[in-house]
């Protein structure tokens, strides 16, 4: 089993930063890709970024290209979202998963954290 941890989340104002964290434990090995996903009330779960086990390779939605950065450190299993030029449209409650794949569906993703939320108030 594997745990997801996510932390950073909190209110800002639009045009603000903030960088989400998530910490693996457990059964855990370099080798898994990982994956940024947000929800808000009322919406499906949408995919946000995914980035590959060794780092180099990374993709984004279309709504956050350019304002969102993902990036990962190996050595403490941890993989970090920088959020900056927010919007109140990215409001949501934001989570972390694990893949083996290069994709942006979350059915692919075998494991979740609980999320964190983030508001960004206009």
């Known amino acids: 089993q594997v745990q997801l941890v996510e932390s950073g989340g909190g209110l800002v104002q639009a045009g603000g930063s903030l960088r989400l964290s998530c910490a693996a434990s457990?059964?855990?090995?370099?080798?898994?890709?990982m994956g940024w996903f947000r929800q808000a009330p009322g919406k499906e779960r949408e995919f946000v970024a995914h980035?590959?086990?060794?780092?180099?390779?990374?993709r984004y939605a279309d709504s956050v290209k350019g304002r969102f950065t993902i990036s990962r450190d190996n050595a403490k299993n941890t993989v970090y979202l920088q959020m900056n030029s927010l919007k109140p449209e990215d409001t949501a409650l934001y989570y972390c998963?694990?893949?083996?794949?290069?994709?942006?569906?979350?059915?692919?993703?075998?494991?979740w954290g609980q999320g964190t939320q983030v508001t960004v108030s206009s």
């Open positions: 457990g059964r855990t090995s370099s080798s898994y890709a």
């Open positions: 998963a694990i893949t083996n794949y290069v994709t942006t569906s979350p059915h692919l993703y075998k494991y």
């Open positions: 980035i590959s086990w060794s780092g180099d390779s990374t």
